[in-house]
């Protein structure tokens, strides 16, 4: 079974600056079975990212992925006060375990 | 609209039973797998387990293997998520999405949550 490590835990930023989240697998893994996502306070997750590095419908270019290995990762260009809340990654194969997740602040 | 609608919040007392609900509409229900989420309050969400409707047999998380019950009636195109008898960590929220199984997997589409509350 694959486990995810995210990291940071919290990622504290400004506004405008750049966020990158860590996601890594304990094994290798087809890239395509990788998925990241946004929830916000009181809200259901949303779907940011599949196949590792495809933003799905109606997300902002701000937000991208990639894979490098074991080693996935989630970039947020420039942060907007509207990005503040909590990303997991999945591996979404036959057992689609998320990952603990990064909250992201605003400072 | 393409959309996931979940029952409403229960509050039940340890030892009963309880099943939620989930229909999928504006989409072909049968095309899909469906995965249902416990996201306890302040955690991350876990996978409980996923069902095809057209073959109706589910498949559980280890964690969940035994403590739920996965089924789906294609005629309404609903699926469920069943407990014989609850106890008080039961409670979180529990949601239901469409899962595309396979390459570039995902859950792409979520219900709104069933908040399920167990207390004496």
């Known amino acids: 079974e694959v486990v995810l490590t995210q990291s940071p835990g919290i990622l504290s930023l400004s506004p405008g600056e750049r966020a990158a989240l860590s996601c890594r697998a304990s094994?290798?893994?087809?890239?395509?079975?990788l998925a990241w996502y946004q929830q916000k306070p009181g809200q259901a997750p949303r779907l940011l990212i599949y196949?590792?590095?495809t933003r799905a419908t109606g997300v902002p270019d701000r937000f991208s992925g990639t894979a490098s290995g074991t080693d996935f990762t989630l970039t947020i260009s420039r942060l907007e006060p509207e990005d503040v809340a909590v990303y997991y990654c999945?591996?979404?194969?036959?057992?689609?375990?998320f990952g603990p997740g990064t909250k992201v602040e605003i400072k | 609209e393409v959309q996931m609608m979940q029952s409403g919040a229960e509050v039940k007392k340890p030892g009963e039973s309880l099943k939620i609900s989930c229909q999928g509409s504006?989409?072909?229900?049968?095309?899909?797998?469906v995965a249902w989420v416990r996201q306890i309050p302040g955690k991350g969400p876990e996978w409980m387990g996923i069902?095809?409707?057209?073959?109706?047999?589910?498949r559980y998380s280890p964690s969940f293997e035994g403590q739920v019950t996965i089924s789906v009636d294609t005629s309404v195109s609903t699926a469920f998520l069943e407990w014989s008898s609850l106890k008080a960590s039961d409670t979180a929220m529990y949601y239901c999405?469409?899962?595309?199984?396979?390459?570039?997997?995902?859950?792409?589409?979520w219900g709104q949550g069933t908040l399920v509350t167990v207390s004496s």
């Open positions: 999405a469409r899962f595309v199984l396979g390459y570039n997997g995902r859950f792409d589409l």
């Open positions: 504006g989409y072909s229900f049968e095309t899909y797998w």
């Open positions: 069902i095809y409707p057209p073959e109706s047999n589910a």
């Open positions: 094994q290798t893994f087809t890239t395509t079975y």
């Open positions: 196949g590792a590095s």
């Open positions: 999945q591996q979404t194969g036959s057992s689609p375990a």
